[in-house]
């Protein structure tokens, strides 16, 4: 993740290396000047920095690709969590200086004593930012290149898992399931720093308390570990079921929306409402649940610094010992330690986790489908189509196309004609290479451009679906409008050729 990475400055955006940034971003400086240009006249999108050449998804995308595929055949610092345990038992040490009746003697000492305190907590701001950003990094390449990968997959998925493959799952995929990636690679790391920096901390206490320790360490670990663990798995699961039903319900509206036309025609409204709604129903239920364990995992972070901090104080007290302020103090400081490690990321750490898993192996089930095979279609010499002794199918042993021969000579109108389900489209469809041939030849010369009977548009000007990103050529333009006879309808239109087919206005 430290690799030095460099941009070329192509279309007047910012370029930045990694070297770079890593340097700026240890002082923070790098934001100053984008956030007081932001305040003063407002960001344009040439105001951003470019993407690092490393963070690019064609590469991210690449390398994941290349671990999956063998994966289908087949830390960072850590010391802001020491230099934070330290900061107690030196804020104890200056407060025991004030509590002595002979402060006035030990006035270096207290200098000394401050300004390491103030030295920790710098270094602590710095080493947990500075983490903090490499672990996004890493949870935004991830992110990345698990997309990259869904986009990659679903061009070659074949015809027949095209149809597995809905709309919504995709788009649940790339809109919510990846972005857990972000969230898990924060807390991830505080799984095996916890046992450590838990094991410091106690010792500490100890060391200020005695065997008083126990209440607190003890109560904290019951309430945290095991608590927080199980609803961490329950988080999971609800989870796999929000995901499952958010699939259900897009894959849902996107059926409506596409024969709106005949639910308005026979005035079906009111039935779909309803099973839109019970749909919307049920997965807001398993989303008010996710919420509810949310907030009580939440609210230990708030009770259990201070309670594990009231019972530890008791207990010392009541074997007899007398509290003074630095015992308190330190107390306090680690215990909200213990807090953070214990009660904060531990529980973010399952639960984020959960969810990642959750995630993964979501994707796992769509990376494995089915995809088309290498085109076995044959250049030829002349521009002429010859199938040989030809069978295909969709499902095995099942073939729609069997023993065909078939020679079109150049310079040639040819019509195929037949009833429903003879299999017209999947002769077509091996021409283009979609649907493989199980059995015989297929030799195909010239250059060769298919029309769907299946018409769509994109959400544009009728000008701009015609052109379809061609450069406008006024005379082939005209041509293509008489062919297809669309005068009549153009003269209709407020402003002729340039209406959008889209729900947008006109342009």
């Not at 995308?61 to 230099?83: A, I, Q």
């Not at 050529?473 to 309808?489: G, H, M, P, S, W």
Request: charged share 20%; with cysteine; hydrophobic share 45%.
């Amino acid at each position: 993740m430290y690799e030095v990475c460099k941009l070329s400055n192509e279309t007047g955006n910012v370029a930045l290396d990694l070297a770079t940034l890593r340097r700026r971003d240890l002082e923070g400086l790098w934001m100053i000047g984008l956030l007081r240009k932001g305040v003063r006249q407002g960001l344009t999108v040439m105001d951003l920095y470019k993407s690092l050449d490393c963070d690019k998804s064609v590469n991210v995308g690449d390398k994941l690709e290349k671990n999956w595929e063998m994966e289908v055949s087949s830390p960072h610092n850590t010391f802001h969590c020491n230099f934070r345990s330290l900061q107690p038992v030196v804020l104890s040490n200056l407060i025991k200086l004030f509590s002595r009746d002979n402060a006035d003697k030990h006035t270096d000492l207290m200098y000394i004593y401050g300004s390491i305190l103030i030295v920790l907590t710098i270094l602590v701001v710095f080493l947990f930012h500075h983490a903090n950003f490499g672990q996004s990094v890493v949870g935004m390449r991830i992110r990345i290149a698990c997309s990259t990968l869904v986009y990659r997959k679903l061009t070659r998925l074949s015809q027949q898992s095209l149809g597995q493959a809905t709309a919504g799952q995709v788009v649940n995929l790339l809109s919510n399931d990846v972005n857990r990636f972000d969230l898990v690679t924060q807390a991830l790391h505080h799984l095996w720093i916890m046992p450590f920096q838990v094991a410091l901390v106690s010792y500490f206490i100890w060391e200020e308390v005695g065997i008083s320790f126990l209440a607190g360490v003890l109560t904290m670990a019951i309430f945290s570990l095991p608590g927080q663990g199980y609803l961490g798995k329950l988080t999971g699961q609800l989870r796999l079921k929000i995901a499952n039903k958010t699939d259900y319900r897009v894959k849902l509206m996107n059926e409506i929306i596409s024969g709106i036309h005949v639910i308005k025609m026979y005035a079906w409204e009111k039935p779909f409402e309803k099973v839109i709604k019970n749909a919307r129903k049920t997965e807001i239920d398993d989303i008010t649940r996710t919420s509810y364990l949310r907030g009580l995992y939440t609210s230990c972070m708030v009770f259990i610094e201070r309670a594990t901090l009231c019972l530890t104080v008791i207990c010392f007290v009541l074997l007899g010992n007398v509290i003074t302020a630095d015992i308190v103090f330190s107390l306090a400081q680690f215990y909200n330690i213990l807090q953070s490690a214990m009660a904060i990321y531990y529980p973010m750490a399952i639960s984020y986790g959960a969810e990642a898993l959750i995630s993964i192996k979501r994707l796992e089930e769509f990376l494995v489908l089915e995809e088309k095979q290498e085109s076995c279609v044959k250049g030829h010499n002349k521009k002429e189509v010859e199938l040989v002794k030809l069978c295909a199918s969709w499902v095995p042993k099942n073939n729609v196309l069997e023993d065909i021969n078939l020679h079109i000579p150049p310079n040639s109108l040819v019509a195929i004609v037949g009833p429903v389900g003879s299999g017209k489209s999947s002769l077509l469809q091996v021409l283009l290479g979609e649907l493989p041939p199980s059995a015989g030849k297929v030799y195909l010369g010239g250059e060769v451009s298919y029309a769907s009977q299946e018409a769509w548009l994109f959400a544009a000007s009728v000008r701009s679906n015609i052109l379809f990103g061609q450069p406008y050529n006024r005379t082939l333009y005209d041509k293509v409008v008489q062919v297809c006879a669309l005068q009549k309808d153009f003269q209709q239109f407020p402003e002729e050729t340039r209406p959008s087919s889209g729900n947008g206005a006109y342009r």
